[in-house]
RNA sequence: GUGAUUGUAGCUCAGCUGGUUAGAGCGCUGGAUUGUGAUUCCAGAGGUCGCCGGUUCGACCCCGGUCAGUCACCCCA
């Protein structure tokens, strides 16, 4: 049979993962430097944990796995005899992959909840899969890097995330715009608009203001059944782009009010410290998930910067306040959470494209031994371990029976930058081949000089 | 879930309106060179033309379906 892997998935060799574990370690750095925390949960949860979640499209977009051993036995038969496959889902599958990280960690917190200090900060990186069809940027499998903090109602919080953002992308050297939004603004202008039961849809339409203009905005708010005079409002909103400005408007609403205040408070907590990129607020970011409350994120790359002007990339990062999530598992308290995510996929994808990998020596090899005959391959195998001891990265290539030219040839593909070549001659006056694969310049040295050299 | 587009050697691709034996570069193997890779020269291996079906005397080429990649939409990291 043809070897393949299920679409949207991928293989990633020593250079990718090398890559991204680079992206990994520095997002991680900037997570434990902050005070969070690692957990990790199973990628499969109960099916009852993940749905209802994300939304009906969310939904859709969950893999569910098939329950173990004769389940057909037990399948609705209604649902069977009607070819309905949604109803029949919950009688055949009980478990799902997970979506985010950020259902389970609420899943967690309440589990043990009397196991763990509260406010408990936490991080998690690891894989999340999604039905989607892949496209640029998006995948069915993809490792997402998560920090939350739960048990504190704190804006500190919002504000320390918003750090982390700028901490993390400054050391992978990629220049980025973070934008704040809260969804109590969006549910104020809804209610100064007079349509606060079209929350919702006008969050979706806003949201959609970067790709297809005001116009195809006012046109989805509209088709949706939005008055003309809603609309008008809810335009004349979109154009504010400071807080002071929107409080003004949101006069008559409270949740409006309250959530200009918060952003207030975060950007106040921001302006005591230094950061490196453009961190705003934005008015037109409203974020899918429905499961949020308050201060909401995302992160896209700055193409106002040189060098990353054509970028094309959706967010790169996202995340905000969920007051309730931990609420739905059954938790009556101190069940306020905060997270952002990181999604590493499209960060090396961006990072790719601007070649912001530096060459990562630590990690690979360093030397390789190559010997020319039994006998001093087991010299070989010894002066290794030496070599080995002192910290460098080094192998011997197994075969010495191989030709030479072959085992060069091997050399010259995993890049390595020095061979040592042992043989009758070296073993004799203890004067080993140090050759630079580079310049192509062999010296005589012996073992301790080489392993000084190459310290 | 909707639409567009692509699928030929390990990789990147060429292949005329449908006509015998499907090509190139790179890579791979062997040799020139049994103590030297990357450069040079010589030779060689490697193909169910994504898969299934249809049209045709004849299909890599045309048609239908299907699978996979890519891109856009919905949504999202």
Request: glycine content about 10%.
């Amino acid at each position: 049979m043809r070897p393949s892997i299920p679409k949207g998935t991928r293989d990633f060799g020593p250079e990718e993962v090398l890559k991204r574990n680079f992206i990994f370690d520095r997002i991680r750095e900037v997570f434990v430097r902050y005070g969070y925390q690692p957990i990790e949960t199973p990628a499969m949860e109960d099916l009852k944990t993940l749905t209802g979640k994300y939304g009906e499209e969310g939904d859709q977009l969950l893999f569910k796995v098939l329950n173990n051993g004769d389940f057909l036995s037990k399948a609705d038969e209604d649902a069977l005899k009607n070819r309905d496959s949604s109803a029949l889902v919950p009688s055949i599958s009980k478990r799902g992959l997970r979506y985010d990280l950020t259902v389970p960690f609420a899943r967690f917190v309440v589990m043990h909840q009397n196991d763990i200090p509260f406010p408990f900060k936490r991080y998690q990186i690891q894989p999340v899969w999604r039905a989607d069809r892949p496209q640029k940027g998006r995948y069915q499998e993809f490792y997402q890097c998560d920090v939350d903090a739960v048990g504190s109602d704190s804006l500190a919080l919002e504000a320390e995330l918003a750090q982390i953002y700028d901490e993390v992308f400054t050391k992978l050297g990629l220049k980025v715009v973070v934008k704040i939004n809260n969804r109590k603004v969006l549910a104020g202008m809804a209610e100064a608009a007079g349509i606060p039961e079209h929350f919702l849809s006008m969050t979706m339409a806003i949201d959609k203001l970067d790709k297809i203009g005001m116009d195809g905005v006012k046109k989805e708010l509209a088709g949706r059944g939005l008055t003309e005079e809603a609309i008008e409002k809810v335009e004349q909103m979109l154009g504010i782009q400071d807080l002071s400005g929107l409080k003004g408007v949101l006069v008559d609403s409270d949740i409006g009010k309250q959530g200009v205040e918060e952003l207030e408070q975060v950007f106040d907590y921001l302006s005591l410290g230094d950061t490196h990129n453009d961190i705003r607020f934005d008015i037109t970011l409203a974020r899918g998930l429905n499961y949020y409350t308050g201060c909401i994120f995302e992160v896209a790359v700055d193409t106002t910067v040189e060098g990353q002007e054509k970028v094309k990339m959706g967010s790169i990062g996202g995340g905000g306040r969920y007051a309730d999530l931990t609420e739905v598992f059954g938790m009556k308290q101190n069940g306020s959470g905060v997270g952002i995510s990181f999604g590493a996929e499209r960060i090396y994808d961006v990072m790719e494209e601007l070649k912001l990998f530096p060459e990562d020596k630590a990690n690979t090899l360093q030397l390789l031994f190559i010997a020319f005959d039994d006998k001093s391959h087991r010299y070989a195998f010894k002066a290794l371990q030496q070599v080995r001891a002192a910290g460098i990265n080094a192998e011997l290539y197994p075969d010495p029976k191989k030709r030479l030219n072959k085992q060069m040839k091997y050399a010259d593909n995993r890049g390595v930058p020095y061979v040592v070549l042992v043989g009758d001659r070296e073993m004799e006056s203890g004067e080993l081949g140090l050759k630079n694969m580079a310049t192509g310049q062999q010296e005589s040295l012996r073992l301790e000089q080489i392993i000084e050299q190459l310290k």
